[in-house]
């Protein structure tokens, strides 16, 4: 039998205790106090996708990086509507080939080359023609969606680049297809050959594509397959952005 004196002991020893479990259990577990009411127990808060970090972000100059879609967005104009071409999108280089590109972009192949890495796309190898085998090597590399969007009385427009190109063999607009990101060779000297060459997204075959089409075309001159689409392309100096994204 307890006296009465150890029924009061007792007693507040065991409210101490449920007082002290009461008190941890309203503690989160990461060690912050709470600041949740009786009637609202704490829950541990997960973080939205915006409070994570950017997800649009200025990589480098003329480049922006969506990480919500993802894609690459590069900044150009537009420097040609009529024409044989042998690329959809140049990057200034000291091999000119203005007078074959619709699209002159702000960045630099390498600068891009990066940007693709970051939203996931992984490289393959450019196509390539080997003499002393006579043998080709076929485009490789992640499919990627090119886009080109620009304002048309102050709103916004995207198409895709082939609605750019005209097929001259089928007189149409170049059919939809998909670009592979086959990263560019590299030069003797080690250097990224799209760099020197300013072969950003091209139609032919060149080993220092970053962009390339999956189906080979020669760049011989006699044999160059599209034509600038010119009704579809706005005037010269249109300020443009290129878009690429991974091909569904």
């Not at 970090?53 to 009529?82: A, N, S």
């Not at 006579?134 to 590399?141: D, E, H, L, W």
């Not at 189906?215 to 010269?236: K, Q, R």
Request: glycine share 8%; proline share 8%.
């Amino acid at each position: 039998m307890f006296s009465r004196g150890s029924c009061v002991i007792l007693g507040w020893a065991l409210a101490t205790i449920l007082a002290v479990g009461c008190s941890l259990r309203a503690v989160p577990s990461n060690g912050a106090s709470s600041q949740s009411s009786k009637s609202e127990p704490w829950v541990e808060r997960k973080t939205t996708p915006q409070e994570q970090g950017p997800r649009v972000v200025d990589y480098k100059p003329g480049i922006r990086i969506d990480f919500r879609v993802p894609q690459v967005e590069i900044e150009g104009e537009v420097i040609l509507r009529k024409g044989a071409l042998e690329l959809f999108a140049y990057s200034k280089a000291s091999v000119p080939k203005e007078h074959e590109s619709i699209v002159l972009l702000s960045a630099p192949p390498a600068a891009i080359y990066e940007a693709l890495g970051l939203i996931g796309l992984r490289p393959g190898k450019p196509p390539r023609y080997f003499p002393e085998t006579g043998k080709a090597r076929p485009a490789s590399g992640d499919r990627v969606e090119v886009l080109v969007r620009y304002e048309v009385d102050t709103e916004a427009v995207e198409v895709s680049a082939c609605q750019w190109m005209l097929d001259v063999g089928r007189q149409k607009p170049m059919q939809h297809t998909c670009w592979l990101f086959t990263g560019s060779e590299r030069n003797e000297d080690g250097i990224f050959a799209a760099n020197i060459e300013g072969t950003a997204v091209t139609v032919v075959d060149f080993p220092s594509s970053l962009l390339a089409l999956p189906v080979s075309h020669s760049e011989s001159n006699d044999a160059l397959w599209l034509i600038a689409n010119t009704e579809a392309i706005p005037e010269i100096g249109t300020r443009v952005i290129l878009v690429l994204k991974p091909a569904k």
